[in-house]
Antibody, heavy 124, light 112 residues
Framework: EVQLMESGGGLVQPGRSLRLSCAASGFSFDDFAVHWVRQVPGRGLEWVSGVSWNSGSIDYADSVKGRFTISRDNAKKSLVLQMNSLRAEDTALYYC?????????????????WGQGTLVTVSS | DIVMTQSPHSLAVSLGERATINCKSSQSVLSTSNNKIYLAWYQHKAGQPPRLLIYWASVRQSGVPARFSGSGSGTDFTLTISSLQAEDVAVYYCQQYYSLPTFGPGTKVDIK
């Protein structure tokens, strides 16, 4: 069974940093792209960032580009999102998500498994 | 970026009746190389993570009941719940994966 377990969320002041982690199990982690998708309370889903199977392709939503950094460690089956210069509008539930293929877009790139999410609150 | 829109914003349907959700993309998500539509649908219930229902616009994910079906062309798509059950109350999102992923704003489905 695919399991994705996020951690690292919490309350942080604007301008500060936070590091989210995701521990994966139950599948061949190094074969698949993994992503972060967030949901602002009461609003819809927003793709934040993704990394391909071998870290050869990485991309970000414009709203976080230059502030967030995604990385993966295939040996540890883990995904990390380093979030710097946090803003109030980054407040959201952050999901770790498995892609159905190794690439970020195109054939097979839908999201087939989701973690439970970790809540990030940016407030003074 | 490809912008996804959905209609209606919300709908209420009687148990056993049909629910229809529409989704539109700002540009075609049909690949001419393989003739496939790069469109997925997700169900999001309160307090749970989203669940994949459909990919390639019309292929049901394993374990998804047959009352859920998807259809569409290059820019216009439909998710249909043929006979609404109480457990189908949720927000439904379309998402394109032709380019960097984008979601529709969601459609909330309730029981009338």
């Amino acid at each position: 069974e695919v399991q994705l377990m996020e951690s690292g969320g919490g309350l942080v002041q604007p301008g500060r940093s936070l590091r989210l982690s995701c521990a994966a199990s139950g599948f061949s982690f190094d074969d698949f792209a993994v992503h972060w998708v967030r949901q602002v309370p009461g609003r819809g889903l927003e793709w934040v960032s993704g990394v391909s199977w071998n870290s050869g392709s990485i991309d970000y939503a414009d709203s976080v580009k230059g502030r967030f950094t995604i990385s993966r460690d295939n040996a540890k089956k883990s995904l990390v999102l380093q979030m710097n210069s946090l803003r109030a509008e980054d407040t959201a539930l952050y999901y770790c998500v498995k892609g159905n293929s190794g690439v970020l877009t195109g054939s097979g790139a839908w999201f087939d498994s989701w973690g439970q999410g970790t809540l990030v609150t940016v407030s003074s | 970026d490809i912008v996804m829109t959905q209609s209606p914003h919300s709908l209420a349907v009687s148990l056993g009746e049909r629910a229809t959700i529409n989704c539109k993309s700002s540009q075609s998500v049909l690949s001419t190389s393989n003739n496939k539509i790069y469109l997925a649908w997700y169900q999001h219930k309160a307090g749970q993570p989203p669940r994949l229902l459909i990919y390639w616009a019309s292929v049901r994910q394993s374990g998804v009941p047959a009352r859920f079906s998807g259809s569409g062309s290059g820019t216009d798509f439909t998710l249909t719940i043929s006979s609404l059950q109480a457990e189908d109350v949720a927000v439904y999102y379309c998402q394109q994966y032709y380019s960097l992923p984008t979601f529709g704003p969601g459609t909330k489905v309730d029981i009338k």
